[in-house]
């Protein structure tokens, strides 16, 4: 049979986790909201965007940006600020930095 004392502290460990727990999930859920609010206004930009440049005649444009007169090269790369993609932008770093020679 479990002391009475035991069972007391092991029921207190179940109840504080249990609390631990529910602030985890609700914190998931804020975020996972603030990120389908962030993809929404992203996609609005998409469409913008997209409209504006559908009206753009481009084969008659001059390419003076992508004709290289110096024989040098030049690679944008684009990282992300967001958390947790420190490995994407390593790898899109090292990508950048292999184009580039």
């Known amino acids: 049979m479990i ?5 007391k ?3 207190q460990f179940n109840v504080d986790l249990t609390r631990i727990v529910d602030a985890l999930k609700g914190i998931a859920a ?3 909201h603030m990120l389908e609010r962030q993809l929404k206004i ?7 965007t997209e409209t504006i440049l559908s009206n753009v005649d481009f084969s008659r444009a001059s ?3 992508a004709e290289s007169k110096s024989g040098a090269t030049g690679v944008v790369m684009v990282t992300s600020t967001a958390g947790f993609l420190g490995g994407l932008n390593a790898r899109v770093v090292a990508n950048g ?3 580039a020679g």
């Open 3 to 7: 002391p009475l004392i035991r069972l």
């Open 9 to 11: 502290k092991e029921v």
């Open 30 to 32: 804020a975020r996972f």
């Open 42 to 48: 992203s996609d609005r930009y998409q469409k913008a």
């Open 63 to 65: 390419r003076s940006f």
């Open 97 to 99: 930095l292999q184009q």
